[in-house]
């Protein structure tokens, strides 16, 4: 039976359908220039890598511009329906570029309206490491061991490094930024870029996984596609983490 809340003149509440974009796609920027050193630096074992500029400042490499590339030809042959007219993007330089180069790309393809407009939203920032930016698992473990620890003991969605962010911090501002999101773009296809942290916290949202489900889960590659489809009220998972539009351009994923 109805709780008397939810009962008006006699008839149960009717509530609003939710705002939802049709389709909601999601990638991580292209390689940059500190994925490069950080994956010569473990393979090293090096301490330190060679990065002075905030992590805001980071550019992508070489590579990751071709990535940003093969991104807008994948969107360029999207079905007219499912193509993102609307971008959200973090504020940080690596993601920006992302966004410049693949609407460039779908744009000279006739896909796109030239010089899209794009939406720069700081809630889509990169997680922040606070005393443990810029610094390998290797220094970690050598210059803040109890932080280490400490890591280790409260797990990765709830651990905050001093001065910085836990996953569940990042999960907070997603599901705020989705809000407006969705309200801004019901019954359209809208297009995020933004970090690995940020699209796996997407993830976590959107399907309510549980902290062991998402731990599971890979990696986020450099300009990978995750997508959900709008279906009984809500947005349904369709893709993870693919790349097969990078490899089918002959471009490497990271």
């Not at 599901?175 to 940020?198: E, I, K, Q, S």
């Not at 990696?219 to 893709?239: D, I, K, M, T």
């Amino acid at each position: 039976m109805p709780e008397l809340s939810t009962i008006l003149n006699g008839h149960p509440r009717q509530e609003p359908a939710a705002a939802l974009p049709s389709v909601l796609i999601a990638t991580r920027h292209g390689e940059s220039t500190a994925n490069v050193e950080f994956q010569l630096a473990e393979a090293n074992g090096a301490l330190a890598v060679p990065i002075t500029c905030r992590d805001a400042d980071i550019p992508l490499s070489s590579h990751g511009q071709s990535q940003a590339q093969a991104l807008g030809r994948w969107w360029a042959e999207l079905p007219s329906s499912d193509r993102p007219r609307s971008v959200w993007c973090s504020p940080y330089v690596r993601t920006t570029e992302t966004a410049r180069i693949a609407i460039a790309q779908a744009a000279g393809l006739g896909a796109v309206p030239v010089g899209l407009p794009v939406r720069y939203d700081e809630r889509l920032r990169d997680r922040e490491l606070g005393i443990l930016e810029m610094l390998t698992a290797a220094a970690i473990d050598k210059r803040h061991p109890e932080e280490a620890a400490r890591r280790r003991k409260m797990g990765e969605l709830y651990y905050r490094p001093p001065g910085g962010e836990s996953w569940a911090d990042v999960a907070l501002r997603v599901r705020d930024c989705l809000r407006d999101l969705c309200a801004a773009h019901a019954g359209r296809p809208v297009l995020v870029v933004a970090h690995d942290n940020v699209v796996l916290m997407l993830r976590y949202v959107l399907e309510r996984l549980t902290e062991q489900e998402l731990l599971a889960l890979d990696p986020v590659r450099n300009c990978s596609v995750s997508a959900w489809r709008s279906a009984s009220g809500g947005l349904r998972p369709e893709q993870w983490n693919a790349v097969g539009h990078l490899a089918a351009e002959g471009v490497a994923h990271s």
